[in-house]
């Protein structure tokens, strides 16, 4: 089995590519955007000829960026989704497409399934909401995968960068308001990777279980860690991010345990594996 992974070079692309290396079940290529960008259709056909199974990580991911670049957001969150889409059925491959927690206004206050009608409230939420529903119309064998709260090693967000900051002791202002699951990027790379062993093509919620705040997942982090708490705890709305975030993210894993296979961890659970392995680098 060929797998080809889009955007191999961020956070959850690289963590799929380790995974899949590690279990030896694939041969897998990845390609960053220097390699491949899923904006030109021409680019992806030419990375995706003779792939089993294609995995899209590629996005615009800034979501305040996307507020002053709108087409930038649309040229790869709309149109990319829409060409890897195309070209996963032209070779008639498996894909897996990475959505957003964003595609939802989280006004509602119990967790959203895969069936809950989307309203995003950003020109990131909307894009990518675009791309779910240009892929859905091209490829048939098609798992959706909205993902949320994503850190990791070598990530570039600032969730990623939490465990550095607190370690040095940086001051911070965090929000203690927005209910969030922190996903820590080897348990989604490792449910992906549990999908790809059925044909159950369908949406899939896929974040760590239970929920927390980010000034919550940071003060557990500063503990395990044994750092003392340096920062402010703020209302979401004193952070004057220019994109509007859902307040409520919790996620249901309705489909998941429908098909048995929902190998998600709670979110303390992966942040202690994910302290666990950083320790022994």
Known sequence: MKVVVLGAEGLLGRHIVEELVHSRAAEVAGFGHAQCDIGDSAAVHRCTVGSDVLINCAAFTNVDGA????????????????????AAAVVRAKLVHISTDFVFDGAQLEPYDEFARPNP???????????????????????????????GNGGANF????????????????DGERRVQP??????????????????????????????TWA????????????????????????????????????????LALHDIDRMPTWEAAQDEYLAEEASR
Request: hydrophobic share 40%; glycine share 6%; with cysteine.
């Open 67 to 86: 507020e002053t670049d709108e087409d930038g957001a649309y040229r790869a969150n709309a149109l990319g989704a829409e060409n890897v889409a195309r």
């Open 121 to 151: 409230q950003s020109v990131y939420a909307r894009s990518k909401w675009a791309g779910e529903e240009l892929a859905q119309r091209r490829c048939a064998e098609l798992f959706l995968v909205r993902v949320q709260g994503l850190y």
């Open 183 to 212: 996903t820590w990027a080897r348990a989604a790379a490792r449910q992906i990777a549990a999908l790809l062993t059925t044909d159950a093509y369908g949406i899939y919620h896929v974040s760590c279980k239970g929920d927390t």
């Open 216 to 255: 919550g997942f940071t003060s557990r982090l500063a503990e395990r860690l044994g750092q003392p708490q340096r920062w402010q705890v703020v209302r979401s709305d004193e952070l004057n991010a220019p994109a509007r975030r859902p307040p409520n993210c919790r996620f249901r894993h309705r489909m």
């Open 159 to 174: 969730s990623s960068k939490l465990r550095r900051l607190v370690l040095d002791q940086k001051p911070l202002m965090l």
